[in-house]
Every structure is written in structure tokens, then in C-alpha cells.
């Protein structure tokens, strides 16, 4: 199937400091890609749909301004966490769009500090 | 809009017993089901999905799972589990048709499956 990564697997910032994360479809273009965040031991929450090219799609109470998504190629997805806080903290998933469903990628574990 | 209901948050089971992970969806429209796996800090793996046809569908390591569109219900189960098994599983849909790679993923809380040795 799909392979999808993820960039950095794990990241730890001060509270503040900005982290991007960057999500990769490696053998397949994805022209939207989707980021989702896990709190511990809860389900995934859709936060944004990134479509190459264009200004991502956010869901209902996420703040664009802090969590800023670009999509500039039709392989690579970034996430940039602004002004990170320790309520920022929380495993970030990304996806690519396919046929019939969405290849996930490994996940990025942050943690602010 | 879609929604999906994971019955149980944990199920234990012994090692070499059958398990179900109980799962049911609402939706207006015709959708795609899915479950997936996730194993302590890593990201989903695809165990099954339903799209059309055969509503018996069969996954990987031994799982299956049915679809009852009159019940609207979508069970995974595993005749015999093992420990490697032992993970967090999620039942998830999104709106069919041709589409549905496109669509926004709803997901279900998540079942923790816990097999015992």
C-alpha cells in the first residue's frame, strides 16, 4: 500500500517556540492531505484539511493563526505548531488522500515544556 | 453528518479465545467503514475496510468483520487472539460512493483490546 511519514517522530520545545512537522506521501501524489491530533487515550480529532496549493480547510475551534498549514507540493505537508504551550502537547497525525480511503503516517509525538 | 459508537473502551480476552470488537454508525448516506490498529505510540494500520460488495470482509492478521446495514453495525473479530493482538483498535467511516477518499474520517473512540496470557 501508500507509505505516508512523518517528520520528526518525536519533538520536544519550550513553551513559546514554534515546531513544524512535516508529513510525506513517499511513493504516490497526494493532492490533500489531512492532520489529526490524539489526546492520551482519546480518538483521533480531525484538525485541518491541506489541499495542495490553496489555504487549508480548518475544523470548528481550531485556530488557524496557531496552527499554520502548508501543502506546496504534491508530496509534503507541513504542520507548524506557533507559540507552542504545554496544552499543545499531543500526538499529531497526518494522512493522504487516496482512491477509496487515507494512508495514515507513524505520528509525531510533542511535547511543550 | 456521520458518527460512529465503539461499544466497549476495554475488552480483556485470554490468549487463543475469540474476541468482537463491537462497532455501530449512523449515517444518512452510503458510507465506507474502516478499522484500524494502533500499537503504543505509533500511528494507524489499516486492518480492514468495507466499501461495497461482499459484507463479510476479511483483513489482515486474521481479523474479520461484518457489515449489517439493517443494524448498522460493523464488528471486527478474530476467532483466536494473540498477545501480540494487544493494542488499541478503532472502528472509523467516511461518505461513500467515488469519492471517498476525500471525505473527512469520523472515528470511534477507540477499543483497547487486552489479551491475557
Known amino acids: 500500500g501508500a507509505v505516508v511519514s512523518q517528520h520528526p517522530s518525536r519533538v520536544i520545545c519550550k513553551s513559546g517556540t514554534s515546531v513544524k512537522i512535516e508529513c510525506r506521501s513517499l511513493?504516490?501524489?497526494?493532492?490533500?492531505m489531512f492532520w489529526y491530533r490524539q489526546f492520551p487515550k482519546q480518538s483521533l480529532m480531525l484538525m485541518a484539511t491541506?489541499?495542495?496549493?490553496?489555504?487549508?480547510?480548518?475544523e470548528q475551534g481550531v485556530e488557524k493563526d496557531k496552527f499554520l498549514i502548508n501543502h506546496a507540493s504534491l508530496t509534503l505537508s507541513t504542520l507548524t505548531v506557533t507559540s507552542a504551550h504545554p496544552e499543545d502537547s499531543s500526538f499529531y497525525i497526518c494522512?493522504?488522500?487516496?482512491?477509496?480511503?487515507?494512508?495514515f503516517g507513524p505520528g509525531t509525538r510533542l511535547t511543550v515544556t | 453528518a456521520q458518527s460512529v459508537t465503539q461499544l466497549d473502551s476495554q475488552v480483556p480476552v485470554f490468549e487463543e479465545a475469540p474476541v468482537e470488537l463491537r462497532c455501530n454508525y449512523s449515517s444518512s448516506v452510503s458510507v465506507y467503514l474502516f478499522w484500524y490498529v494502533q500499537y503504543p505510540n505509533q500511528g494507524l494500520q489499516l486492518l480492514l475496510k468495507?466499501?461495497?460488495?461482499?459484507?463479510l470482509v476479511k483483513g489482515i492478521n486474521g481479523f474479520e468483520a461484518e457489515f449489517n446495514k439493517s443494524q448498522t453495525s460493523f464488528h471486527l473479530r478474530k476467532p483466536s487472539v494473540h498477545i501480540s493482538d494487544t493494542a488499541e483498535y478503532f472502528c472509523?467511516?467516511?461518505?461513500?460512493?467515488?469519492?471517498?477518499?476525500?471525505?473527512?474520517?469520523?472515528f470511534g473512540i477507540g477499543t483497547k483490546l487486552q489479551v491475557i496470557p
Open positions: 491541506s489541499n495542495e496549493g490553496s489555504k487549508a480547510t480548518y
Open positions: 511513493d504516490f501524489q497526494a493532492t490533500t
Open positions: 468495507y466499501l461495497s460488495g461482499s459484507t
Open positions: 472509523a467511516v467516511t461518505l461513500g460512493g467515488d469519492s471517498g477518499g476525500y471525505q473527512k474520517v469520523t
Open positions: 494522512s493522504a488522500r487516496g482512491q477509496s480511503e487515507q494512508y
